[in-house]
């Protein structure tokens, strides 16, 4: 049995991300949210699972996880080898591209740009910080953009790298003044992304 | 038709992919793109690279850019290496340290080398303190975490792996930085195993 440590609320973009992953790969879980509010990650019982304290953590059985992406492509390789991730060292390599992408790329732009308009305390908001995250988040989408008019999805077929993009556009679109209606493609995308089964379920399933 | 790598010497990134292509024995065409002419922004560097950045891979029609996923490629060209091992939980373990890299270690060694060397090396602009004090402080959070991991073993995830280029190759310009690895002893063990294999001695960059 997986047991999924995560965001309490569930819809926190690493955590949300991950639990798509296992409705796309209709895989069961328990999932055992832990309060950072709290400092829960900084009890005795989970840093022995994880010294680092970070949340999401995969545990399925004596094998345990941590970052997100490394636990979307564990769980899409276990539970659905054909799916999610390519079958060809092409393919594969195709979604480590889009994945790495976002992790270097759109997530950083738009988590300092959150931090430095948002979330940071106002006199914590360093306006160099925005101003350079506003134009690398500009950046990363000016490359999403052009891709997702000639295609339907980052690499030509759904895969996990689809799941780590759409958490963060959801997310710039929930949290930050930043406009994305000038990516009518990315858009489509994201429609595209967030009406399947699986988005539809691990919604309605963080809503209980 | 062998395949082509686009790189520059002046790149973490590019060197990553050259220490991988060298451990495996994978015959490359390296193809060198000079920032200072701004070959990484000409038409048609940039339609195979849409940001403008290095390294990029053409491997007879496939075209690939982000430094861990064409490790990852490479490494699998080359199995029988195990430098990205192919059972699930193993390869598993590679990822968590390679995104690990690219999410978190990774971005607190750039914010410091960026601001404090290549910022004034190249654009001739001072170092931004705010940005200084953030990449400090992530910095001593993930060298700790790092270090902890390295404590007890050779290479970041057991037996040496492409994770452990990638987590190599950020430091390199260290001292430069002043990215301080004092308190992490385990840390500098490792990095300095690291620069003494033939491929990261071969690839060290120009200054």
Redesign the interface.
Known sequence: MLTLYGHVNPLSINTLKVRVALAEVNAEFRYQPVDLAKGEQHRAEFVALN??AKIPLLVDDD?I???????M??LA??FAPARLLGTT??E???T??W???V???L??AYYDLYLHTVSNAPDKR?P??AESATKRLA?SL??LE??LGKQETLTGQFSIADLSAAVVVRNIQDRLPFDVAAHPHLLAWYARVTTRGPWQAAMAAAAH | MSIRIHYSPLSQHSRRVRVAAMELGLDIDWRLIDFAKGENRAAEYLQKN??GKVPTLDDDG?V???????M??LA??KPQANLYPTD??A???V??????E??HF??AAITLTWERVMKQAFMQQPA?P??VA?GERDWSRYAA?LN?QLEGREYVAGALSIADFALASIVVHREAAGIDMKPYRHLQNWVDRMEARDSFQKTKPPF
């Open positions: 010294p680092y094998f996880l941590a970052e997100s992406d490394a636990i492509w564990y390789e276990t060292p092409r594969r390599a195709r480590l591209q994945c790495d992408f992790s270097t790329g997530y950083p360093l160099t910080i950046r000016g490359v052009p891709l | 849409p940001a496939l690939l850019w982000e430094s861990n996923a064409i990852a490629y699998d060209k699930a939980r390869r598993a373990q990822n968590q340290w390679l995104f690990w690219s999410a990774g971005v931004d705010a940005l953030q975490i902890g």
